[in-house]
């Protein structure tokens, strides 16, 4: 088993930044990829951005070049810099982590507030 917990959510003005953290303890060692999705009100979950152990990373369309996915293997923490926030980007950001099974672990989810 693997637990995910988020940290670094909150409330900011539209262009500013923030930072998600997730580390993972319990059975870590065996984690490949990490990542980060969001879920808006009334939309569906989607995929923000994933980064494997060899930090091939992969994002979504509408957060190229404003969001950046790292992580450090010996910490087992991802992380999400967010940057030239916009309202659009208001959801809750789940952890996501995927250790070679049939499934993924999820974080409990931070929830990010931009303002306009």
């Known amino acids: 088993q693997v637990q995910l917990v988020e940290s670094g959510g909150g409330l900011v003005q539209a262009g500013g930044s923030l930072r998600l953290s997730c580390a993972a303890s319990?059975?870590?060692?065996?984690?490949?990829?990490m990542g980060w999705y969001r879920q808006a009100p009334g939309k569906q979950r989607e995929l923000v951005a994933i980064?494997?152990?060899?930090?091939?990373?992969n994002y979504a369309d509408s957060v190229k070049g404003r969001f950046t996915i790292s992580r450090d293997n010996a910490k087992n923490t991802v992380y999400l810099q967010m940057n030239s926030l916009k309202a659009e980007d208001t959801a809750i950001y789940y952890c996501?982590?995927?250790?070679?099974?049939?499934?993924?672990?999820w974080g409990q989810g931070t929830q990010v507030t931009v303002s306009s």
């Open positions: 319990g059975s870590s060692l065996s984690i490949n990829t």
């Open positions: 980064i494997t152990t060899s930090r091939s990373t």
């Open positions: 996501w982590a995927w250790a070679f099974g049939p499934d993924g672990y």
